[in-house]
C-alpha cells in the first residue's frame, strides 16, 4: 500500500559453486505487517503478523479478521503453496515458534478487552473436544502480552495465555521465540519502565 511498507517471501536457490538464483517469490498479503518467520519440518515456513485490512489473500487462502495472525506456506522446492492462515479479532503477532508435533506458537501483544480467538479447544490435548471463542482480558497496560498454540491444521487455537508487566500500567512487547526438544518454548521481550517483573495472568482452556 501507498506510504506503507510491503513485505515478501523468496526463496533463493545455487550451490557454492553455483550462480544462486531466485526460485520463487510471493507477496505476503495486502496491508500486513510481518511479525516473524519460522521453518518447520519438511519444508514448512511459519508467517507471524498483523492484518490491518482483511479480507487477505495468501495465495488460495483468505484471512477475514484484523489483528495477529499465524499463517504456514509449504514449499515445494521450485514452488510454494499456503497451506492455511489464521488470525484473531485485534492484538499483533510479533514473532512464532514451532513445536516438534508440527503445532506452532504465536507470540504478541494486545491493547484492549477486544481481542479474540476463535475457536479455541477447551480441552488443550483432546482434538475431538469442544471450542469456544476466548476474549482477552484487558490490565489496563498499553500492551499486554499474549502466547497462543495452534494446532498443526491450522483448525483450530490449542491454548491461550496472557501476561502483563507488574503494575499493569506498563508497556510489554515479544519479539523474539524458540523451543527446545524438551517441549519447553521461551520468548523474549521488552518494557518501557525499569520494572522487569511479569506476572501471568490467564490461560484458556481454564
Known sequence: PEGKASYFIAKIGGTEVNTPFWQWATPAGSKVAIGGIAIGNSGKLFVAGTSEDAPTAFGGQTLTTNGAFLARLQDNGGSF???????????????????????????????????????????????????????????????????????????????????????GTETAGGVGAGTFWTGMVDFVGGKSSAEVATTIDAAWPK
Open 81 to 167: 503453496t499456503w497451506d492455511w492462515v489464521r488470525g484473531a479479532t485485534g492484538g499483533q503477532g510479533k514473532a512464532v515458534a514451532v513445536a516438534a508435533n508440527g503445532d506452532a506458537y504465536l507470540f504478541g501483544h494486545y491493547a484492549s478487552n477486544t481481542t479474540d480467538f476463535d475457536p479455541v479447544q477447551t480441552l488443550p490435548e483432546d482434538d475431538a473436544s469442544a471450542t469456544e471463542l476466548v476474549t482477552l482480558p484487558a490490565f489496563g497496560g498499553a500492551r499486554d502480552l499474549f502466547v497462543a498454540r495452534i494446532a498443526a491444521a491450522g483448525t483450530k487455537w490449542r491454548w491461550v495465555q496472557t501476561a502483563h508487566p507488574a503494575g
